[in-house]
């Protein structure tokens, strides 16, 4: 009877649980620097692919209206705008080895939230870097017709990478912008990257690349 009881016996020892829980964190220390590598690549992925949708969406603004997104003025004209930043949670440092003004991401100049351009039709002088104003009821472009407004061009008003901080492009350097210099420079959809602080040139003029582990997409150059 006595063996019987033991055969049958509910539950686990003591001994068993602790062995089954050093088995389950052994698997846990080993898989888990893998799962976080991955997931690290997939926000690499996104802000990447990110970037070149936002290009495309600017190249596509600029096809159909024939202006690029630095307009401040009604009508719409001017080029006030420096920077078209895609939130208002814009990174502001810079880090390690970083290139010539690459603080002036994330401080230079007037910026305007790219919504403005790309979702809504409102690239004059009504909204603040917030957003604010941004959805009024007269709309600046045609709406039919040639240099009519088509957007939206993203999904999104606003939007971060997939660090939390906006992407932004340097308007100033498109053709007609308000850079006055002899120097190409190219026009780039940037994110600071995984560190959140900025290495990028702003205004360097020979090497012009993306750097560190900033991301970006050359939108055009001028």
Request: glycine share 12%.
């Amino acid at each position: 009877m006595a063996h019987r009881n033991r055969a049958n016996r509910d539950g686990f020892t003591l001994m068993e649980i602790v062995i089954a829980v050093a088995i389950v964190a052994v698997f846990a220390a080993a898989i888990s620097p893998m799962v976080f590598k991955h997931l690290e690549d997939a926000k690499l992925t996104r802000a990447q692919n990110e970037t070149e949708s936002l290009a495309t969406a600017v190249l596509s603004y600029y096809k159909d209206t024939g202006a690029w997104p630095y307009t401040s003025a009604n009508g719409p004209n001017g080029n006030g705008v420096t920077r078209a930043v895609s939130s208002a949670t814009v990174a502001t440092g810079t880090g390690a080895g970083a290139a010539a003004g690459a603080g002036n991401w994330g401080t230079f100049g007037t910026a305007k939230m790219l919504g403005d351009y790309l979702y809504y039709n409102n690239p004059d002088d009504d909204t603040s870097v917030t957003g604010a104003g941004a959805d009024q009821t007269g709309e600046d472009w045609a709406k039919t017709g040639h240099g009519s407004w088509r957007g939206p061009y993203v999904s999104a008003y606003s939007f971060n990478d997939p660090w939390g901080h906006a992407y932004v492009t340097n308007v100033r350097y498109c053709p007609g912008g308000t850079y006055a210099g002899t120097v190409r420079h190219k026009v780039f959809v940037l994110s600071p990257g995984p560190d959140g602080v900025w290495q990028t040139a702003y205004s360097d003029g020979v090497t012009e690349d993306v750097a560190g582990d900033d991301i970006g997409t050359v939108v055009t150059v001028r």
